[in-house]
């Protein structure tokens, strides 16, 4: 029960369980005090009135006294009544009317008391304790005869420490209970959403566990569990139908490569054919690079690659790609630049091959776009919790009513019609990046186009919690 | 070579038998995964193709199966175009090479060459030459006609895959593939680009050409007749 110290305290107190029986700690709380006051007070009353009681008794008894043996009869019953009882248990006086002593201990005003609760310090110097006290009128005679509260003072502590240990005590117990029960309800909620991380992450055949208690949480997680499923069934079927398609165009895309090869090889390089031969080869390479590229971008939208994520090293891949295309842009009159800023490496979890050909698409499309002379920087930021790569251009730039556009499959700016492509190099770039939930924009770089996409950085895994604590 | 296809389409079949048999190579074949695994557990072949979708047998099982069978006859694995994860699904069931279909038969043939030979590479050695071209290893040095020459790190790394080559014909994919870790279709010229840097620097300065282009198929590195 005590392990519940190792939930991290913000995320336990987000639980609906945790505040559900802090709620009803609290509510049951109020209700013990308020019933605890009642009850004390009840107990308070009924002493006072056994007190009060037990005081007109023992006077009672001295006016009998007086009645039927006589004046000095009653002096010699409160004098051993005094020799016998401390005055701070009970005590009687006798007097006269006007305050002049008989018997009794040595009351500092007897003249204005009545009768009723006074503080003891009123009757002597050295009592501290409540009294109640009885005046009684005889005659020309005055008895006092007064009772301390001590006693139920004292009965009225027990009751309340007992009664306030058994709250302590409760209220503790139904603390633990309510944190055992919220971990519990936690845990159940964790082990489902963890579930869930793993069936975004492209384990789509994970499920929900159902304890079968058919209580509130199964039955969302039943519901989750058939969302699940039909899920599972679309992205099968779309890969299923990429599948088919690829597999039904394949063998005659393959034909008709074969053929012409054929037909190629047979005539010769120098019939009058052979240049349309070689035309329509290129064709045919040209349907086969975009056909694959479609379907790269279909496979790679389904998210099943989420499931081979390994750590990359965005700056590193950023820095060999750099060095591959510096001397292509060298060769077209272009300069090509590394800057990295921030603490390397800028690790993050992703798909290593899909990765290098994202920046190789964005460094191509840079190269191809924009023009003799221009400047192309490939920018890799490592900040605390993103990497970002930014792969900008001094070029022509796109205009920014085009940024959207440009990203949606097929889509080609007229103006860049004559470079060669498919156009399918931006889409490939989104779906790469949605792959692996990057928050990819278009900015304008003035003059030039700027391509930035900004990553969750995977964390160092730090064997100790002390490097950790210094980390965040 | 002796080399086993396993092909289920016709004419895909005949045109690959007839480029091995114009190559030299003696062949056999089979035309489902369940006939191929038969076959390839029977004889000793010295390459095997193999065909990722079967009828009876998927390709995928027929080579889980021959590894399994402890037969490490080198395979080139034939993926369906956009089969993104084919390859590695491939090298990971023990494939050599893979190559993705259409592909024209130089190509094949070239991938071929470099699995069937394979075992013959000698890894451990330090010092590799080609003719007049000396290429240290451990001190990372290249040395053509007593003059030493400069590499910037990927050019060395492409020379050697030349050298180590010597004589074969390797294509512009397998040059992407193996120099550049490159499993895409670059949209500009960057292999193009690299081989005349590199030529600039091993083949410019000495008259004598050792690098040479094949039209339609790659590049070889070879020893002047």
Redesign the interface.
């Known amino acids: 029960m005590w392990d519940i110290a190792f939930v991290p305290l913000n995320k336990l107190l987000k639980s609906t369980h945790l505040r559900f029986a802090i709620a009803l700690t609290a509510v049951f709380a109020v209700i013990y005090l308020l019933v605890g006051w009642f009850a004390f007070l009840a107990v308070d009353t009924e002493l006072r009135e056994r007190v009060s009681q037990a005081d007109l008794v023992t006077s009672s008894g001295f006016a009998e006294i007086y009645r039927n043996s006589g004046r000095s009869a009653l002096v010699e019953a409160v004098r051993s009544s005094s020799e016998r009882n401390a005055p701070d248990d009970s005590f009687a006086w006798l007097g006269t009317r006007n305050g002049e002593r008989l018997a009794g201990p040595a009351l500092t005003a007897p003249g204005a008391l009545q009768t009723g609760d006074v503080p003891g310090r009123n009757l002597l110097p050295e009592l501290d304790e409540g009294y109640h006290i009885q005046v009684t009128d005889l005659d020309d005679l005055r008895l006092i005869t007064g009772v301390s509260h001590e006693e139920s003072d004292e009965i009225l502590g027990l009751v309340s420490l007992a009664f306030g240990a058994a709250a302590l005590l409760t209220l503790l117990l139904a603390s633990l209970a309510g944190l055992a029960l919220a971990r519990q309800g936690q845990r159940r909620i964790d082990a489902a959403s963890g579930m869930l991380d793993r069936v975004a992450a492209g384990e789509l055949t994970r499920r929900l566990p159902v304890s079968g208690s058919g209580d509130d949480i199964d039955q969302l997680s039943t519901r989750i569990n058939s969302t699940l499923d039909q899920l599972h069934a679309t992205v099968e079927g779309i890969r299923q139908v990429?599948?088919d398609i690829?597999?039904d165009?394949?063998?005659p895309?393959?034909?008709l490569?074969?053929h012409l090869?054929?037909l190629s090889d047979s005539v010769g390089v120098d019939h009058a054919i052979g240049p349309q031969l070689e035309l329509a080869r290129t064709e045919?390479r040209q349907i086969?690079?975009t056909?694959?590229a479609?379907?790269?971008i279909?496979?790679?939208e389904a998210g099943?690659?989420r499931a081979?994520f390994q750590p990359v090293d965005l700056s590193g891949i950023a820095e060999s790609l750099v060095?591959?295309?510096a001397?292509?842009a060298e060769?077209n009159g272009q300069t090509l630049q590394l800057e990295s800023e921030g603490d390397a490496p800028a690790r993050i979890l992703g798909d290593r091959?899909l990765l290098?050909?994202l920046i190789?698409?964005l460094i191509?499309n840079a190269?191809?776009h924009s023009g003799a002379g221009a400047i192309i920087r490939v920018l890799t930021r490592a900040e605390p919790d993103h990497v970002v790569l930014r792969v900008s251009d001094t070029g022509p730039g796109i205009p920014v009513d085009d940024h959207a556009r440009v990203l949606t499959r097929f889509h080609r700016l007229d103006q860049s019609r004559h470079t060669?492509?498919s156009g399918l190099?931006l889409a490939l770039v989104k779906a790469v990046s949605d792959l692996h939930n990057a928050e990819l924009t278009l900015l304008d770089a003035e003059p030039g186009l700027a391509v930035e996409l900004r990553l969750a950085r995977l964390r160092q895994e730090s064997p100790t919690p002390e490097t950790k604590s210094v980390e965040t | 070579m002796n080399v086993l296809l396993v092909e289920d389409?016709d004419?895909?079949r005949e045109?690959v038998l007839a480029g091995l048999h114009g190559a030299g190579h003696s062949t056999d074949h089979a035309i489902d995964g369940i006939d191929g695994l038969a076959l390839a557990l029977r004889a000793a072949y010295d390459a095997i193709i193999l065909d990722r979708?079967l009828p009876g047998m998927d390709g995928l099982a027929l080579l889980k199966a021959l590894r399994a069978a402890e037969i490490h006859t080198p395979v080139l694995f034939l993926t369906?175009?956009?089969?993104?994860?084919d390859r590695?699904d491939g090298l990971e069931a023990g494939a050599d090479d893979y190559l993705?279909?259409?592909f024209?038969?130089s190509e094949l043939a070239a991938r071929l060459a470099a699995i069937g030979r394979r075992p013959a590479l000698q890894t451990e050695q330090v010092r590799l030459t080609v003719a007049d071209l000396e290429m240290d290893l451990v001190r990372r040095r290249v040395v053509r006609a007593g003059q030493p020459i400069d590499l910037?790190?990927?050019e060395f790394a492409l020379l050697e895959y030349f050298i180590r080559s010597q004589g074969r014909v390797l294509s512009k994919t397998m040059l992407l593939e193996r120099v550049?870790?490159?499993?895409?279709?670059?949209?500009?010229?960057?292999v193009e680009?690299?081989i005349s840097?590199l030529r600039g620097k091993i083949d410019k300065p000495f008259g004598q050409p050792l690098l040479h282009t094949i039209k339609n198929v790659g590049y070889c590195l070879r020893a002047p007749e």
């Open positions: 990429s599948a690829a597999h165009l394949r063998t895309i393959n034909r490569g074969i090869e054929r045919v086969i690079t056909f694959d479609l379907l790269r279909a496979q790679i099943a690659r081979r060095d591959v295309y001397a292509v060769e091959d290098v050909q190789a698409n191509e190269i191809r060669p492509g190099g | 389409d004419l895909s045109y979708m369906a175009i956009g089969g993104l994860d590695v993705v279909k259409p024209a038969f910037l790190p990927k550049w870790d490159f499993h895409f279709d670059p949209q500009t010229s960057v680009t690299h840097r």
